[in-house]
């Protein structure tokens, strides 16, 4: 059964750093992209990024660009986000998505998502 577990998570001041991770296992993601999201309190699921498993193809919001990095390790299977100058507002719960690479949703059937994890920046 194909699974995506999210981990790292935890409690940073603000400046500080984070890695999560997302290991995907249960079947082959070869042909999917692996994305990161948020959802922070009373606020909408948010993209932050999606990459292939080459590394080669990645795509980043806006508010993710320039602060958080997205990669892959084929051999682990395992797609990283690391998040660097935290900030309060990135308080949210992290999730980890994997969609058809033909295709564009990430709320489809054939689409998979982790649990989640917790990140909280504390001021």
């Known amino acids: 059964q194909a699974q995506l577990v999210e981990s790292g998570g935890g409690l940073v001041q603000a400046g500080g750093s984070l890695r999560l991770s997302c290991a995907a296992s249960g079947r082959t993601f070869t042909n999917y992209y692996m994305g990161w999201f948020r959802q922070a309190p009373g606020k909408e699921r948010e993209f932050l990024a999606r990459i292939n498993w080459s590394g080669g193809n990645t795509l980043y919001s806006d508010s993710a660009k320039g602060r958080f990095t997205i990669s892959s390790d084929n051999a682990k299977n395992t797609v990283y986000l690391q998040m660097y100058s935290l900030k309060p507002e990135d308080t949210a719960v992290y999730y980890c998505?994997?969609?058809?690479?033909?295709?564009?949703?990430?709320?489809?059937?054939?689409?998979?998502w982790g649990r989640g994890t917790q990140v909280t920046v504390s001021s």
């Open positions: 998505a994997a969609r058809p690479i033909l295709g564009t949703n990430w709320y489809g059937s054939n689409a998979y």
